[in-house]
């Protein structure tokens, strides 16, 4: 089953900018559609961005279309978070997922759709 380790999280300013990695190792990870979710402390998880396998289909929560970009490398094993114009509300704690059957936009957004997850990245914005 595969693996994922996100990185690229930190402190920064309202207004920044980050690029959050999320490696996989073993299995296929061009079988897969990826996803990006947050949590924020006191709240429940939430859909951010995801991908298809082919990276033909993107999908992005309304809170963060226009400022947030999803992307993969399947050579790479490594999907993308690419965000800018951070907000203070985007404080969260972001989480990568793979899910080996989700093909259309009614299963991107539900977390139940992801059989896999990593352990998560925190992202924090200073206002």
């Known amino acids: 089953q595969v693996q994922l380790v996100e990185s690229g999280g930190g402190l920064v300013q309202a207004g920044g900018s980050l690029r959050l990695s999320c490696a996989a190792s073993?299995?296929?990870?061009?079988?897969?559609?990826m996803g990006w979710f947050r949590q924020a402390p006191g709240k429940e998880r939430e859909f951010v961005a995801a991908?298809?396998?082919?990276?033909?289909?993107?999908y992005y929560a309304d809170s963060v279309k226009g400022r947030f970009t999803i992307s993969r490398d399947n050579a790479k094993n490594t999907v993308y978070l690419h965000v800018i114009s951070l907000k203070p509300e985007d404080t969260a704690v972001y989480y990568c997922?793979?899910?080996?059957?989700?093909?259309?936009?009614?299963?991107?957004?539900?977390?139940?759709?992801?059989?896999?997850w990593g352990q998560g990245t925190q992202v924090t914005v200073s206002s």
């Open positions: 991908q298809s396998r082919s990276a033909g289909t993107t």
């Open positions: 997922a793979a899910s080996p059957s989700c093909s259309g936009y009614g299963c991107y957004p539900l977390a139940t759709s992801y059989n896999y």
């Open positions: 073993r299995g296929t990870f061009g079988v897969y559609a």
